[in-house]
């Protein structure tokens, strides 16, 4: 089974501690998943 | 050559930092620790303090039931770009074939500007033909085949803050 997910880049935070973008979103099984795009 | 990140949080005050293969001295006393991550490279991981605070997550084994965090660190020439393998099985089984899942994994995005950010981070996650956990129910070996966040490291350098 392949899927994509597409994942709306402006929930991500920019974290400056550690100097880096986090993007958590729902829980993705891999074994069903083969693009996951982050777009605005 | 190239940049470097620490994964472990908020420790030392040189997250990221760029490298032409010199010598680098850090602080070690017994709390110091660091794990740097070299550009261009994709790594699953799991934040084990976190998950021991929060979930009473004790052992290794205790982990197979939490997913994973995926680290991208792009390197950036036209298109800023990252590759990686993560292989999972339950830990016990000797016989790996049809027992675990073995992905291989590449991200892009264009490479950014100050004034334009890249609209689109493409994550592309291809299981291997012969990496595939058919003896296991929905193939789904443990929730280690479960994704829960990625993160994008050197964020500032790539003008993704």
């Not at chain 2, 261009?40 to 039931?65: C, H």
Request: proline content about 2%.
């Amino acid at each position: 089974m392949a899927d994509s997910s597409t994942k709306n880049l402006s929930d991500a935070k920019y974290d400056s501690v550690n100097d880096r973008l986090a993007m958590v979103g729902a829980l993705i099984n891999l074994p069903d998943v083969t693009k996951i795009e982050f777009s605005k | 050559m190239g940049y470097w990140c620490n994964l472990l949080q908020g420790r030392g005050d040189q997250t990221c930092f760029y490298s032409t293969g010199e010598a680098k001295t850090m602080e070690s006393k017994a709390y110091q620790a660091y794990l740097h991550q070299r550009e261009a490279t994709i790594v699953p991981m799991q934040d084990g303090s976190k998950l021991a605070a929060v979930e009473e997550v004790r052992t290794t084994v205790d982990l197979q039931s939490h997913p994973v965090d995926l680290h991208v660190m792009p390197n950036c020439g036209a298109e800023c770009q990252a590759a990686g393998r993560y292989l999972n099985d339950d830990g016990l089984v000797l016989d790996t074939t049809a027992n675990q899942n073995v992905y291989q994994l590449t991200y892009s995005h264009t490479n950014a500007t100050a004034q334009e950010v890249p609209a689109l981070l493409t994550l592309t996650v291809t299981r291997q033909e012969n990496g595939k956990a058919t003896n296991i129910d929905k193939e789904l070996v443990n929730q280690n085949d479960v994704l829960a966040a990625v993160y994008i490291s050197n964020a500032k350098a790539l003008n993704l803050d």
